[in-house]
């Protein structure tokens, strides 16, 4: 297995009462949620973020430490599983002229409505059947999607970003370390199918054989 590693410690995180929300949350607002539809993006709170769109305060605090971490340059590429709208693409491409982007999501929804200047590299694919051939991909990410597949689906996802990663790859899973973190996590998650402890996590890792 890899090494546990935080490349997210410049993203500003909400400072909302998500313990406060999860009482607003129902299995109907989670279907519709789950459909990762206009309702999930741009719709109502009650059923995703509540309208989403480009702010470079997001992603842009981020991607340099992608950079640095990796030592990304012109001409290598790099894939976003679960890309949405491709906003960390865009600020990847402004850090980094010539830097090949592809994203991929799910959603139909997202790709269609995605920031034009990225558009043309994304598509909608899923992340059980990346569309790419082995190896052809420098680095691959995926921030919080995998979790929302079953854990079958899930370790599918795994083994495709370890067929098409050359340098490595960066993942992001919901998961806790005792009682609290779990019931934090609980309070606001709409669409996670597959949670565990960060234990579970990485002996799934090392079952797997993702490095």
């Not at 009650?46 to 842009?60: C, E, L, M």
């Not at 409505?113 to 420098?138: G, H, M, R, W, Y």
Request: charged content about 30%.
């Amino acid at each position: 297995m890899g090494i546990e590693i935080n490349l997210l410690q410049n993203y500003p995180y909400t400072k909302r009462d998500i313990l406060g929300r999860l009482s607003s949350k129902t299995d109907k607002d989670r279907l519709i949620a789950q459909k990762f539809g206009r309702d999930f993006f741009d719709g109502s709170r009650s059923h995703g973020y509540g309208g989403f769109s480009y702010s470079p305060r997001f992603w842009g605090p981020v991607v340099p430490t992608f950079q640095k971490h990796w030592n990304l340059r012109g001409n290598d590429s790099l894939l976003d599983i679960g890309c949405a709208k491709g906003f960390m693409l865009y600020d990847l491409k402004k850090l980094i002229p010539g830097l090949k982007v592809y994203g991929v999501d799910i959603s139909k929804y997202a790709i269609d409505n995605a920031k034009e200047e990225v558009k043309n590299f994304c598509k909608v694919a899923n992340a059980t059947q990346l569309p790419f051939d082995n190896k052809s991909i420098d680095v691959a990410i995926s921030i919080t999607t995998l979790h929302n597949l079953e854990e079958r689906d899930l370790i599918l996802a795994l083994l495709e970003i370890e067929r098409v990663a050359k340098r490595g790859s960066f993942i992001t899973l919901d998961a806790y370390r005792n009682n609290e973190d779990k019931d934090r996590m609980e309070s606001w998650n709409l669409t996670a199918k597959t949670v565990k402890h960060v234990d579970s996590w990485k002996e799934l890792f090392n079952d797997v054989g993702f490095t």
